[in-house]
Structure formats: structure tokens, C-alpha cells
């Protein structure tokens, strides 16, 4: 699955599109939300967060196929974004777009737009969650932090003995149950550090039928072209209807609705000759809105081919190219409002990111999950990296030597 670089971009699951078609027409039993002016924009800037990160990736992953939830990690570092301060919680306003925002607004446009999503189209399953697993015996979170994430993100709270091993299988079926089955273990093969003290996980499930379904007949063997100019074998799904689509000198997207029409997967497909990464690069949520407003309806003969991936990825690297180094930074990291801490006691260790998609002649079943490891520093005075030191006499104040050490050698 490496080198197959599949097409198929973007799994929209943030933004409601209604798709037309010369099939019968879905029945609406729900009418959507109008989202508000605060949440629209929480939206836009998941979007944009979720096209940057998915750009920065891609520079180290061009060779191979990548898919990741915005929605998941926007969410989780949205709860660890309630416990940071100082340019900590400047960083993290900016890396995640919500300049312009209050805490308060930020949070209650999450609780809106997961609840909005969760009942939004009852031929599609969709589901969201989230939780907070805390070290007992330790330091103990603010119960301010808790509060907030349990009310605006309906986080299932647990202190636990994090001494026990048993405890990274219980985050895993936790992940499990929450992403039916498709996400097993999230902290896979991973032991807890003497110094973790908190997890935060997010999990998303989507399951949705086309609106209209490939007929499995007519699927067929066929060729899938890599950059390279080698072919691999595939199944190509086929079927010929009214579909929204879009064209320009770049690329030929398309746009497949789910149950009602209130979701949808858009395919942007290169011309040939044109890079894919250079398609990538122009994902941003100016240019995303523009295509999107010209898609028109036109009877067509659409070929997909069916595809299942699974794909994992730390995400710290990225998340720190894109400008959140301090919040993983010993030290340096604010976290006061997590924890009754001094700055730069408590920083993130980790941000893994897990997702899994099947696309079939039925529809997609697609999850993800997000788990943030926070860090505390080792209790007392511990030199443990390059240090300044003084030899002196203390009653006249008198340096006798001064040094840096950056290597402790001792032979």
C-alpha cells in the first residue's frame, strides 16, 4: 500500500454538503442546524488547521498514502488548548486557527458542532468522544480543566493508577469500543513513562451508504497508475448518474453524497502531467471555499476503485513546524491552567494520530483517534542537561571558577 498513492484526498466530514442527482431524491428527515456566526468560524478554522497540517505531512510523505481527521486531533489539542497559558496558549491559538475567539466561545462552539454532527443524518452513523485519563497519587488536575472538558467536550474523566500496565488496555478498548472495532490499540506496544501524569483521547467513528450504491457487478479489474508510471492492479467500482463535479486546468473533482446528502466524499483527481503534491499545496481554505461554490451538476460515468487503508503517525514534528514548539518544551511549556504547577513543569510528550478507511460499492466506513501524552518533570533538582556552575568563596563573594558543561564526561 506504500507506493499506491490513492487520489482520493479529502474525506470532508466537517462541512454539510447537499448533493442533487438525477437518482430518486433522498428524503430529508432532518433539517440541518444553521450553524452560528462563532461556530462557522470554529469550523473554517478546524478546516484550516486540518489543510495545514495535511500540507506539512505530505512534505515527508510524498511517497506514501496519507489520511488523517482534522476533526480528531483539532478536538483533542481543543481540550489540551483549555489547560495552556502564557505564549503557550498564544502558540496553540494560532497553530489551530482560533485567533479572534474566546476560550468560551471556542468551547461552546465544539460542544454544538459534535453534537450538530452526531444526529445530523440518521442514514449516516457518525459518533464522537472523548476522554481524560489522569495519574492518581501525583499532581492532581485542576478541577476547573476537568469541568470544562467534561461539559463542553463530554470527556469521560478517570484518575487511575498509572503504575499499572493494565491501564494502556484500558485506554485501547476504550478506543476500541468508541471506533467499532477499527482503531485496536492507540498506545500500541508503548509503556507509560514515570513521567507521564495525563492522556487525552479523542475517537470518531463514520459509517455512510452512498446515496447511490455501486452495483457490485459491474466492478471489474482493472489498472491503477502510480507517479512512477508502474501500474498495480485494482477494483475499479462503476456506475453512471448525476453527480456535482468541478474542472479546471489543475484537476477534476468530484462529489459523492452519503445517506441524505448531508455528507460527502470530494475527490480531487490531477490531470495527468500534473504533480499531485503541487495540487496539495494549493489546499488551502480560500482556495477550498472557491472550488467548492463552482461544483455543477452533470450526468456522468464515475469509476472508483475500492480501497482500505490504515495509516499512523506522530504528529509532534508537524505540529512544531507549524509553530507549537514551546508546548512541547521542558521548561518552557505553560500548562498552569491544567495543573497547580509553575510554567514549564508539566509539556506534551506526544501526539499520535491513527485512522482507518474502507471504501466499497456500499459506502465508507472510515475512524480515528488522537491521543496527547502530558509530561511532568522528575520531582527535585535534577541536572540532567547542560548546565552552568561556580566555585566560590562565600563571604567575600569570590568566583574561584566558573564553567559550562554541556557533556558530563568523566573517564
Given at each position: 500500500?506504500?507506493?499506491l498513492?490513492?487520489?482520493?484526498?479529502?474525506?470532508?466530514?466537517?462541512?454539510?454538503?447537499?448533493?442533487?442527482?438525477?437518482?430518486?431524491?433522498?428524503?430529508?428527515?432532518?433539517?440541518?442546524?444553521d450553524?452560528?456566526t462563532?461556530?462557522?468560524?470554529?469550523?473554517?478554522?478546524?478546516?484550516?488547521?486540518?489543510?495545514?497540517?495535511?500540507?506539512?505531512?505530505?512534505?515527508?510523505?510524498?511517497?506514501?498514502?496519507?489520511?488523517?481527521?482534522?476533526?480528531?486531533?483539532?478536538?483533542?489539542?481543543?481540550?489540551?488548548?483549555?489547560?495552556?497559558?502564557?505564549?503557550?496558549?498564544?502558540?496553540m491559538?494560532?497553530?489551530?486557527?482560533?485567533?479572534?475567539?474566546?476560550?468560551?466561545?471556542?468551547?461552546?462552539?465544539?460542544?454544538?458542532?459534535?453534537?450538530?454532527?452526531?444526529?445530523?443524518?440518521?442514514?449516516?452513523?457518525?459518533?464522537?468522544?472523548?476522554?481524560?485519563?489522569?495519574?492518581?497519587?501525583?499532581l492532581i488536575?485542576?478541577?476547573?480543566?476537568?469541568?470544562?472538558?467534561?461539559?463542553?467536550?463530554?470527556?469521560?474523566?478517570?484518575?487511575?493508577?498509572?503504575d499499572?500496565?493494565?491501564?494502556?488496555?484500558?485506554?485501547?478498548?476504550?478506543?476500541?469500543?468508541?471506533?467499532?472495532?477499527?482503531?485496536?490499540?492507540?498506545?500500541?506496544?508503548?509503556?507509560?513513562?514515570?513521567?507521564?501524569?495525563?492522556?487525552?483521547?479523542?475517537?470518531?467513528y463514520?459509517?455512510?451508504?452512498?446515496?447511490?450504491?455501486?452495483?457490485?457487478?459491474?466492478?471489474?479489474?482493472?489498472?491503477?497508475?502510480i507517479?512512477?508510471?508502474?501500474?498495480?492492479?485494482?477494483?475499479?467500482?462503476?456506475?453512471?448518474?448525476?453527480?456535482?463535479?468541478?474542472?479546471?486546468?489543475?484537476?477534476?473533482?468530484?462529489?459523492?453524497?452519503?445517506?441524505d446528502g448531508?455528507?460527502?466524499?470530494?475527490?480531487?483527481l490531477?490531470?495527468?502531467?500534473?504533480?499531485?503534491?503541487?495540487?496539495?499545496?494549493?489546499?488551502?481554505?480560500?482556495?477550498?471555499?472557491?472550488?467548492?461554490?463552482?461544483?455543477?451538476?452533470?450526468?456522468?460515468?464515475?469509476?472508483?476503485?475500492?480501497?482500505?487503508?490504515?495509516?499512523?503517525?506522530?504528529?509532534?514534528?508537524?505540529?512544531?513546524?507549524?509553530?507549537?514548539?514551546?508546548?512541547?518544551?521542558?521548561?518552557?511549556?505553560?500548562?498552569?491552567?491544567?495543573?497547580?504547577?509553575?510554567?514549564?513543569?508539566?509539556?506534551?510528550?506526544?501526539?499520535?494520530?491513527?485512522?482507518?478507511i474502507?471504501?466499497?460499492?456500499?459506502?465508507?466506513?472510515?475512524?480515528?483517534?488522537?491521543?496527547?501524552?502530558?509530561?511532568?518533570?522528575?520531582?527535585?533538582?535534577?541536572?540532567?542537561?547542560?548546565?552552568?556552575?561556580?566555585?566560590?568563596?562565600?563571604?567575600?563573594?569570590?568566583?574561584?571558577?566558573?564553567?559550562?558543561?554541556?557533556?558530563?564526561?568523566?573517564?
Amino acid at each position: 500500500m506504500k507506493n499506491l498513492k490513492i487520489y482520493l484526498m479529502i474525506l470532508i466530514l466537517c462541512i454539510p454538503f447537499i448533493q442533487c442527482s438525477n437518482h430518486s431524491t433522498p428524503t430529508k428527515h432532518k433539517t440541518p442546524v444553521d450553524l452560528t456566526t462563532v461556530e462557522k468560524n470554529l469550523v473554517e478554522s478546524d478546516n484550516k488547521f486540518g489543510l495545514k497540517l495535511f500540507r506539512e505531512i505530505n512534505q515527508t510523505q510524498k511517497d506514501s498514502n496519507i489520511i488523517i481527521s482534522p476533526l480528531s486531533v483539532s478536538v483533542c489539542l481543543g481540550m489540551v488548548y483549555n489547560g495552556a497559558d502564557g505564549k503557550t496558549k498564544e502558540d496553540m491559538q494560532k497553530i489551530l486557527e482560533l485567533e479572534g475567539l474566546n476560550i468560551e466561545e471556542v468551547n461552546q462552539s465544539y460542544q454544538h458542532i459534535m453534537e450538530l454532527l452526531s444526529g445530523l443524518d440518521p442514514e449516516v452513523q457518525f459518533q464522537i468522544a472523548n476522554s481524560i485519563w489522569y495519574r492518581l497519587n501525583d499532581l492532581i488536575p485542576k478541577e476547573e480543566f476537568l469541568s470544562v472538558c467534561q461539559k463542553y467536550f463530554d470527556a469521560l474523566i478517570k484518575g487511575m493508577n498509572f503504575d499499572d500496565p493494565g491501564i494502556i488496555d484500558s485506554i485501547n478498548l476504550w478506543v476500541e469500543e468508541n471506533t467499532n472495532g477499527k482503531i485496536k490499540e492507540i498506545w500500541e506496544g508503548k509503556e507509560i513513562s514515570s513521567q507521564t501524569i495525563m492522556f487525552l483521547v479523542n475517537a470518531i467513528y463514520f459509517k455512510g451508504a452512498w446515496t447511490y450504491q455501486f452495483d457490485k457487478n459491474k466492478t471489474k479489474d482493472d489498472l491503477f497508475y502510480i507517479s512512477d508510471g508502474s501500474t498495480k492492479p485494482c477494483k475499479m467500482m462503476e456506475q453512471r448518474g448525476f453527480f456535482k463535479n468541478f474542472g479546471n486546468n489543475t484537476f477534476w473533482a468530484l462529489d459523492l453524497p452519503y445517506g441524505d446528502g448531508n455528507y460527502s466524499m470530494t475527490i480531487f483527481l490531477p490531470h495527468w502531467g500534473t504533480d499531485i503534491d503541487s495540487l496539495i499545496a494549493e489546499f488551502s481554505q480560500d482556495n477550498l471555499n472557491q472550488w467548492l461554490s463552482s461544483f455543477k451538476n452533470d450526468s456522468l460515468n464515475i469509476y472508483l476503485p475500492r480501497f482500505k487503508l490504515e495509516y499512523e503517525k506522530l504528529l509532534n514534528e508537524e505540529l512544531k513546524s507549524l509553530g507549537m514548539q514551546i508546548a512541547f518544551t521542558p521548561g518552557a511549556a505553560d500548562f498552569t491552567k491544567m495543573y497547580y504547577i509553575l510554567p514549564g513543569q508539566v509539556w506534551i510528550d506526544t501526539v499520535l494520530h491513527k485512522t482507518f478507511i474502507e471504501v466499497d460499492e456500499k459506502g465508507t466506513e472510515a475512524a480515528a483517534a488522537t491521543i496527547v501524552e502530558m509530561i511532568k518533570g522528575p520531582s527535585g533538582f535534577r541536572v540532567d542537561h547542560p548546565f552552568i556552575f561556580m566555585i566560590r568563596e562565600k563571604s567575600s563573594q569570590t568566583i574561584l571558577f566558573i564553567g559550562k558543561i554541556l557533556d558530563p564526561t568523566y573517564d
